[in-house]
């Protein structure tokens, strides 16, 4: 089991830049892919992109392609989401998954653990 804490969401304006922070507690973190999801409000949980386990591979959605950035540093048990030229859609409470079989896929119910969120609000 690893334990997922997401930090760095806030308020910025259209245009700006926020790097978002997925960080593990837990045995074998290099052993899960990691994927970002976010949620707005009165819509579903949303794939935003995810990495895998030694960082060679990212996978953005088509939505955020070309803005948002994957990486992670499994030597500090964390995973960055670098999110730019942020627009007033993205606004969603942002969260981190892992995965520990299979690959970086889109649907939430294949992730097994879940940090608790961080809100990111862009303003226009």
């Known amino acids: 089991q690893v334990q997922l804490v997401e930090s760095g969401g806030g308020l910025v304006q259209a245009g700006g830049s926020l790097r978002l922070s997925c960080a593990a507690s837990?045995?074998?973190?290099?052993?899960?892919?990691i994927g970002w999801f976010r949620q707005a409000p009165g819509k579903e949980r949303e794939f935003v992109g995810g990495?895998?386990?030694?960082?060679?591979?990212?996978f953005l959605a088509d939505s955020v392609k070309g803005r948002f950035t994957i990486s992670r540093d499994n030597a500090k048990n964390t995973v960055y989401l670098q999110m730019n030229m942020l627009k007033p859609e993205d606004t969603a409470v942002y969260y981190c998954?892992?995965?520990?079989?299979?690959?970086?896929?889109?649907?939430?119910?294949?992730?097994?653990?879940w940090g608790q969120g961080t809100q990111v609000t862009v303003s226009s």
């Open positions: 837990g045995r074998s973190f290099s052993s899960y892919r």
């Open positions: 990495i895998e386990r030694d960082g060679g591979s990212t």
């Open positions: 998954a892992a995965r520990r079989l299979g690959l970086v896929v889109p649907n939430p119910s294949d992730y097994d653990n």
